[in-house]
């Protein structure tokens, strides 16, 4: 039993020592062929050794076997021996034309970099025993066509070198094709190097460092370049195929609106692709065309926004205010649309940035012509905002009141090559002109107000709280008060911290800081106004000078502290009422409402 066990072992043990002889067999790959490569440009074969002893970085030399040489072979180049390429090879190897380039210790690739018609064939790579037993594959062959160049490319328009405004749309065109026995694709790109003078790339020539801007892949796909894509999709850049002329693809890119970071030397680039056996695609050949240069003209180095008239401008009140802003140095060849804006900075005293109160928008005239107006609505009916002129705009109030005094600013922004933007869209320059500060010139305005409660009997609930107003406005022609009545609520008593009898209940002054309820107005037209809500109220005027308010059958709502307040009203030249800022508030009057006996 125990020898049978045994042999079982011995036996078990030779089985696994095979399959793992047969598991760390040499093996050496390369790709699967046949491989179509184009003459006068690279040549580049893979090659790895896998399942060896010995040391991590391994040998390899490379042959030849010639189509034209009946099968005899030929050393290419070695990776230990300088003395291994055969005469065809040992100026271009010396030269580095021929060369090893190593991946890792065990995987490298055999480089021609310029290949010529005499080196089809096929090749070998080989490698050296390293191993205590000769088991597996040392060397791999593939086979390689060379097929003819024919890549052609061209241009039939360079750039001129010529500044080219901010805003014009970009044309470039380059023309295609390739005339080959085998099936390729071909790709074409257009693109933009960093700096330096663009040189023509002929057969195997190395291509610049460049940002892509936009393609047409080898599947015919449209793909842009990463930086390029928000403006591709926004269609600002396109790339489309026409048919050309002898056989020739046309490939014509558009730029529209360029802009300063386009300045830079252009390049067309096709190249030619091949699907290999292992279903990979390998770029077999490419040519880059240089297009020229483009200088983009910044829009800031030329345009101008200037308002008139300049300075300061002094108006009688209900005079009629006109300022025009023009816009200058927009290139003629660049379709552009302007937003306009006209704003004021509420305060005369300060001309700087930042100080003199809030700007605020008067109006604007927008892109598409449509004019809208400030917080001021009623403006769009005493004012217009016109294009009087290409690049001029007039702001006009047919009667300036004492609260369009300020400084004002022509606000133009510019879309650089777009004619209709969207609301998102970004302008391209937004400039501003110098201040045009306006001062209106006002008569001196007196205003005095006086609330008073009329003697009477106590008022309870169900009563009518009869309040006067004496108001008074003193100036030169034509006056009115415009009057406000409002109601401050009754504080609650407090008591005396530590004292709790009712002798020591006390009223705080009133609460200024409370924010009062508006009950009724008296305009200066006479029309009048009720805002409070649940009582009977009517306001009136009793003189010239003197002003009612009266609350219907009141209820413990209305008790409060009231006060009026009064605002001066002119009159211009043409009628119109305006407001001249002089206003009075007057005294509180505290009314109670007693229960009924």
Same mark, same amino acid.
């Given at each position: 039993?125990?020898?049978?066990?045994?042999?079982?072992?011995?036996?078990?043990?030779?089985?696994?020592?095979?399959?793992?002889?047969?598991?760390?067999?040499?093996?050496?790959?390369?790709?699967?062929?046949?491989?179509?490569?184009?003459?006068?440009?690279?040549?580049?074969?893979?090659?790895?050794?896998?399942?060896?002893?010995?040391?991590?970085?391994?040998?390899?030399?490379?042959?030849?076997?010639?189509?034209?040489?009946?099968?005899?072979?030929?050393?290419?180049?070695?990776?230990?021996?300088?003395?291994?390429?055969?005469?065809?090879?040992?100026?271009?190897?010396?030269?580095?034309?021929?060369?090893?380039?190593?991946?890792?210790?065990?995987?490298?690739?055999?480089?021609?970099?310029?290949?010529?018609?005499?080196?089809?064939?096929?090749?070998?790579?080989?490698?050296?025993?390293?191993?205590?037993?000769?088991?597996?594959?040392?060397?791999?062959?593939?086979?390689?066509?060379? &097929?003819?160049?024919?890549?052609?490319?061209?241009?039939?328009?360079?750039?001129?070198?010529?500044?080219?405004?901010?805003?014009?749309?970009?044309?470039?065109?380059?023309?295609?094709?390739? =005339?080959?026995?085998?099936?390729?694709?071909?790709?074409?790109?257009?693109?933009?190097?960093?700096?330096?003078?663009?040189?023509?790339?002929?057969?195997?020539?190395?291509?610049?460092?460049?940002?892509?801007?936009?393609? &047409?892949?080898?599947?015919?796909?449209?793909?842009?370049?990463?930086?390029?894509?928000?403006?591709?999709?926004?269609?600002?850049?396109?790339?489309?195929?026409?048919?050309?002329?002898?056989?020739?693809?046309?490939?014509?890119?558009?730029?529209?609106?360029? =802009?300063?970071?386009?300045?830079?030397?252009?390049?067309?680039?096709?190249?030619?692709?091949?699907?290999?056996?292992?279903?990979?695609?390998?770029?077999?050949?490419?040519?880059?065309?240089?297009?020229?240069?483009?200088?983009?003209?910044?829009?800031?180095?030329?345009?101008?926004?200037?308002?008139?008239?300049?300075?300061?401008?002094?108006?009688?009140?209900?005079?009629?205010? &006109?300022?025009?802003?023009?816009?200058?140095?927009?290139?003629?060849?660049?379709?552009?649309?302007?937003?306009?804006?006209?704003?004021?900075?509420?305060?005369?005293?300060?001309?700087?940035?930042?100080?003199?109160?809030?700007?605020?928008?008067?109006?604007?005239?927008?892109?598409?012509?449509?004019?809208?107006?400030?917080?001021?609505?009623?403006?769009?009916?005493?004012?217009?905002?016109?294009?009087?002129?290409?690049?001029?705009?007039?702001?006009?109030?047919?009667?300036?009141?004492?609260?369009?005094?300020?400084?004002?600013?022509?606000?133009?922004?510019?879309?650089?090559?777009?004619?209709?933007?969207?609301?998102?869209?970004?302008?391209?320059?937004?400039?501003?002109?110098?201040?045009?500060?306006?001062?209106?010139?006002?008569?001196?305005?007196?205003?005095?107000?006086?609330? =008073?409660?009329?003697?009477?009997?106590?008022?309870?609930?169900?009563?009518?709280?009869?309040?006067?107003?004496?108001?008074?406005?003193?100036?030169?022609?034509?006056?009115?008060?415009?009057?406000?009545?409002?109601?401050?609520?009754?504080?609650?008593?407090?008591?005396?911290?530590?004292?709790?009898?009712?002798?020591?209940?006390?009223?705080?002054?009133?609460?200024?800081?409370?924010?009062?309820?508006?009950?009724?107005?008296?305009?200066?037209?006479?029309?009048?106004? &009720?805002?409070?809500?649940?009582?009977?109220?009517?306001?009136?005027?009793?003189?010239?000078?003197?002003?009612?308010?009266?609350?219907?059958?009141?209820?413990?709502?209305?008790?409060?502290?009231?006060?009026?307040?009064?605002?001066?009203?002119?009159?211009?030249?043409?009628?119109?009422?305006?407001?001249?800022?002089?206003?009075?508030?007057?005294?509180?009057?505290?009314?109670?409402?007693?229960?009924?006996?």
């Amino acid at each position: 039993m125990r020898t049978m066990m045994a042999s079982m072992k011995t036996a078990l043990f030779v089985v696994l020592q095979g399959v793992l002889q047969y598991a760390v067999c040499r093996d050496v790959t390369l790709p699967t062929g046949t491989l179509y490569r184009v003459a006068g440009f690279p040549l580049s074969l893979p090659c790895a050794v896998s399942g060896y002893e010995g040391p991590r970085t391994q040998e390899f030399e490379w042959f030849l076997y010639r189509d034209d040489a009946g099968g005899r072979q030929m050393g290419v180049v070695s990776t230990r021996d300088n003395g291994f390429p055969y005469a065809p090879f040992q100026a271009r190897v010396r030269n580095g034309e021929v060369r090893v380039e190593r991946d890792s210790g065990d995987k490298v690739r055999l480089v021609i970099q310029r290949l010529r018609v005499d080196d089809q064939g096929k090749y070998e790579c080989y490698t050296p025993s390293t191993d205590s037993t000769y088991q597996g594959n040392y060397s791999a062959t593939v086979p390689v066509k060379v &097929i003819p160049d024919t890549l052609q490319i061209s241009f039939s328009r360079s750039l001129t070198g010529q500044p080219v405004p901010e805003g014009a749309e970009l044309t470039l065109t380059c023309s295609a094709g390739i =005339q080959s026995e085998q099936l390729t694709h071909l790709s074409i790109t257009f693109g933009k190097r960093s700096g330096g003078d663009g040189l023509e790339s002929g057969a195997g020539g190395e291509v610049s460092t460049v940002r892509e801007i936009i393609s &047409i892949d080898k599947l015919l796909g449209v793909v842009p370049g990463r930086s390029y894509k928000k403006r591709y999709d926004d269609e600002e850049i396109t790339l489309e195929k026409r048919n050309g002329e002898a056989g020739l693809g046309l490939y014509v890119m558009k730029m529209r609106g360029v =802009q300063p970071d386009d300045t830079g030397s252009y390049f067309c680039e096709a190249s030619q692709w091949i699907l290999d056996p292992d279903r990979s695609w390998q770029k077999i050949a490419q040519r880059t065309l240089d297009i020229g240069n483009l200088t983009v003209q910044q829009l800031a180095e030329s345009l101008s926004v200037t308002s008139s008239p300049r300075g300061e401008v002094t108006l009688q009140v209900g005079s009629p205010l &006109i300022l025009t802003c023009e816009v200058l140095g927009l290139p003629s060849e660049v379709s552009s649309a302007l937003l306009v804006q006209w704003m004021k900075r509420g305060s005369v005293s300060s001309d700087v940035a930042g100080t003199g109160g809030v700007e605020v928008e008067v109006a604007r005239m927008s892109p598409d012509g449509v004019v809208s107006w400030g917080d001021d609505l009623s403006r769009a009916s005493g004012g217009s905002m016109e294009k009087v002129a290409e690049g001029r705009y007039s702001l006009k109030l047919f009667s300036a009141r004492p609260l369009d005094s300020g400084v004002y600013r022509c606000v133009v922004s510019v879309y650089a090559g777009r004619r209709n933007p969207g609301p998102s869209t970004p302008a391209t320059l937004t400039q501003r002109s110098e201040g045009v500060t306006v001062n209106l010139k006002t008569k001196d305005v007196l205003v005095s107000a006086v609330a =008073q409660l009329p003697r009477g009997p106590l008022l309870k609930r169900g009563s009518t709280i009869t309040l006067i107003c004496n108001a008074t406005v003193t100036t030169t022609g034509p006056a009115q008060a415009q009057l406000q009545w409002l109601r401050w609520p009754i504080p609650e008593p407090v008591n005396k911290k530590g004292q709790s009898t009712a002798s020591d209940v006390t009223l705080p002054d009133p609460p200024v800081e409370e924010k009062p309820r508006l009950v009724a107005a008296l305009m200066y037209n006479g029309v009048a106004k &009720i805002y409070a809500n649940g009582s009977e109220v009517s306001v009136d005027r009793l003189s010239a000078v003197s002003y009612r308010l009266r609350v219907h059958t009141a209820t413990m709502d209305d008790q409060g502290m009231y006060a009026c307040h009064a605002e001066a009203w002119g009159q211009d030249p043409h009628g119109g009422w305006y407001n001249t800022g002089a206003k009075a508030e007057s005294n509180t009057v505290t009314v109670y409402l007693y229960a009924r006996g």
